[in-house]
């Protein structure tokens, strides 16, 4: 099953998604929900991110190839993580598929994405074994950690590296009943392949992060936990790209770039 | 003014808070409000979280006494902060006034308050300036930014050292009005002082921090900014302790702490 969140006349509601027909849902995804015979062309709403997250967890390091392609490129020696420590990112950053990303005006660049699987949390849990972890996860979209990395390298914390408004991309859709440890998940930039690779290469499971996360901290729906990206990020976004994530059952998360005039 | 939140037989709701007595708000601070002549003895409510963050962003270091201090006690060398970076915590983990502190069963410690300022955000807000930047603040709170130090110390990010459940008391009310930059905060643990600074101390002042985030992010109503703690943050809070951070105009913030057992 798909779910998407939609706006249509003012009205927000979520709908299960079939092809390009959605059916509208009465309640939601993330408590009870019937699904109504009210039909609407997909192309006829306007996308909303899937859910607005609670608490915005995200694995800042959990591909080794990402490691390695990073510390090549900066000269950097970032160890591989010893554990699954998660990180946190802001939801005011949250935009839907088809929104722009907006390079702020002072950035030294280079902006880049970085694809990820999401899992969004479907229940209330706390203190989850790793057996049991997946059974809170309502499905999977996708989500695009843009960074800013002179602003990732110079800062204290990653405020602005990852969080200006319009930065995280998530979507299009929430799919119900994948492995997110095998799926692949690819990267398009002005519809040329930017990198490709599997889930089966985290270095700590969604399984581990969530069973983790939940020993010190309840999960709440639409809480979600992005699990990181593997190998290279480039080549770097400019003002005119268009960026893609992709994965075959969760669809295209795609976002055109913007650089911000100078005021 | 002083606005709370409160829950009374089901229902929530923001009160004008005056002494010991509540009137009820139709509407709330962060848009329309009109204060009705519902009344109420503010011990016959239950006071909640004063507002719950969309963004919850947290100024790590912002006092040159709290830095010595931890470089002294740990034998660190953090330096002073040369930028206003800010960081984040979870919504996940804001308790009211009155409500308990749980320390974690397998927490090595020690575990320690950090009394700090907190500016709510009232209104939409984009690139201000200093000058404007208080225009957007509804008013101040109070925030205790509990830390277990083994863990600040050993995890790569602040996740479990900060965000724990229970681990952001907020509160009591929202006071408006004040000067966030001459307000005296004092901390006690079971009633006896354990610190005690003034505001005026801050490295980068409320203002800075606020025309800071604008300038790359949209500030929210309800958004919260937590400005950081001087000084010392001992002793330690142990299963029994009570904890108080206090500012005369705001009202004292008090929790219990337990720890959990271990199963």
Known sequence: MKFGRFEHQGRVFFGAVEGDRVSELEGTPFDRYEVTRKRHALSALKLLVPCMPGNFYCAGLNYAAHIEWANRRTGGNRKMPEKADIGYRSANALIAHGETIVIPADSPGPVEFEGELVA????????????????????????????????????????????????????????????????????????????????????????????????????????????????????????????????????????????????
């Not at 229940?123 to 049991?132: I, T």
Request: charged residues 25%; proline residues 4%; glycine residues 8%.
């Open 120 to 263: 969004v949390i479907g229940k209330k849990a706390r203190n989850l074994s790793e057996s049991e972890a997946l059974d809170c996860v309502l499905g999977y979209t996708l989500g695009n950690d843009v960074s800013e990395r002179a602003w990732q390298k110079q800062d204290r914390t990653l405020w602005r590296a990852k969080n200006c408004d319009t930065f995280k991309p998530m979507g299009p859709f929430i799919a119900t009943g994948l492995d997110p440890m095998n799926l692949t998940i690819s990267i398009k930039v002005n519809g040329r392949p930017a990198g490709e690779y599997s889930t089966d290469k985290m270095l700590f499971s969604a399984q581990h992060y969530i069973s983790r996360i939940s020993k010190y901290m309840t999960l709440w729906p639409g809480d979600v936990v992005w699990l990181g990206t593997d190998g290279a990020t480039e080549p770097a976004l400019e003002d005119g790209d268009t960026v893609e994530v992709a994965q075959k059952d969760i669809g295209v998360l795609s976002s055109r770039v913007t650089r911000a005039k100078l005021r």
